[in-house]
């Protein structure tokens, strides 16, 4: 099993299925491709029809797209454990990743991904706000259920940590005031070994994305 992904400094949507198989110690090699390269087409020939990371390859077959990689993963090789086992729970958990997936746009376009940025805050828009906003009113939401008091968004690690990721690091990267206990949400998913050990390999990298520094 292989996934190739774009620079980790950068690449908030490689960084959501790498830490899901990271976190649950699945087998897997890496292929890097650099976000912007003139050649990044010559680069996914043959990898993946729309020429974006990331791309899971097993078994013979591309899998792309950072969700369908998570459901494929969940369903060949974690046995269901990356989603809440509770039906209304995993439904709920599906939900917030699709907004996700499909939505703040203002927190993407003035808050890039990036890991290594000194930590200080930005003058943010409306509409970055409002996406902060709502996106801290979810994660209070999901803490406030929390029953076993496992301290991630459905108590036990799942898709939608994985899928938040990126913006518990942009959170961090730009001093995002979000009171408890989201602040303690933010720390523990920012401790995770899995995320260090992507983090360290983001710092160490050396490319400059002009665009993401902000």
């Not at 602040?183 to 490319?207: D, F, G, I, N, R």
Request: hydrophobic share 40%; charged share 20%; proline share 4%.
């Amino acid at each position: 099993m292989k996934i190739i992904l774009g620079n980790k400094n950068y690449s908030s949507w490689s960084l959501r299925p790498w830490l899901l198989m990271q976190h649950f110690g699945l087998d897997f090699s890496e292929q890097h491709i650099s976000l912007y390269s003139q050649d990044i087409r010559q680069q996914m020939q043959g990898l993946c029809p729309n020429y974006k990371v990331p791309v899971l390859v097993d078994q013979g077959i591309s899998i792309w797209d950072s969700l369908a990689i998570c459901e494929y993963l969940n369903e060949q090789y974690l046995e269901g454990a990356g989603w809440p086992r509770d039906p209304l729970q995993r439904a709920k958990a599906r939900s917030m990743c699709n907004e996700m997936h499909s939505g703040f746009f203002a927190v993407r376009e003035e808050m890039p991904m990036n890991c290594r940025r000194e930590i200080s805050s930005i003058t943010l828009s409306a509409g970055a706000q409002a996406d902060i906003s709502r996106i801290v009113e979810i994660f209070n939401q999901c803490l406030a259920a929390n029953k076993q008091q496992g301290g991630f968004l459905f108590d036990e690690f799942s898709i939608a940590d994985a899928f938040f990721m990126p913006i518990v690091s942009r959170f961090n990267s730009y001093n995002i005031e979000t009171g408890q206990p989201v602040a303690q949400y933010l720390q523990k998913m920012l401790a995770l070994p899995a995320y260090q050990t992507w983090l360290s390999a983001a710092k160490a990298e050396t490319q400059v994305i002009e665009v993401a520094e902000v």
